[in-house]
């Protein structure tokens, strides 16, 4: 099992849920974050105040999910969340030792 995390562009995020939802994917966690990158913050107003945030606001995907679907998830990833811009993200995969599933034990690609 494989665990992959995934910071989009949160305007990206049914897109690829879509995609994503599409292969057979059983587990997926989302949320939103923030943080810093290459790309730059805009300027916002706020009560008729101009600032700068020094974040920038996205969309965190966490999948649980076999080996053979993460060459496809990952593809839906790149190919649905691509702007081609600085800021549309980055993926990371992590190797899964276990799962479990509370409700009845089941563990492994089973809790899945």
Same mark, same amino acid.
């Given at each position: /099992?494989?665990?992959?995390?995934?910071?989009?562009?949160?305007?990206?995020?049914?897109? $690829?849920?879509? !995609?994503?939802?599409?292969?057979?994917?059983k587990?997926?966690?989302?949320?939103?974050?923030?943080? /810093?990158?290459?790309e730059?913050?805009? %300027? %916002?107003?706020?009560?008729?105040v101009?600032?700068?945030?020094?974040y920038?606001p996205?969309?965190?995907?966490? $999948?649980?999910?076999?080996?053979?679907?993460?060459?496809?998830?990952?593809? !839906?990833?790149?190919?649905?969340?691509?702007?081609?811009?600085?800021?549309?993200?980055k993926?990371f995969?992590y190797e899964a030792l276990d799962?479990?599933?509370i409700?009845?034990?089941?563990?492994?690609?089973?809790?899945?």
């Amino acid at each position: /099992m494989k665990k992959i995390e995934a910071i989009i562009r949160t305007s990206k995020f049914e897109e $690829i849920y879509t !995609c994503v939802a599409g292969l057979g994917v059983k587990f997926l966690t989302f949320y939103e974050v923030k943080g /810093m990158g290459m790309e730059h913050a805009r %300027q %916002q107003t706020y009560r008729g105040v101009a600032y700068e945030p020094t974040y920038i606001p996205r969309t965190k995907l966490e $999948i649980v999910t076999v080996e053979e679907l993460v060459g496809p998830v990952v593809d !839906c990833i790149l190919k649905m969340g691509k702007t081609g811009e600085v800021g549309d993200g980055k993926i990371f995969i992590y190797e899964a030792l276990d799962a479990f599933r509370i409700r009845n034990s089941d563990t492994g690609e089973e809790a899945l």
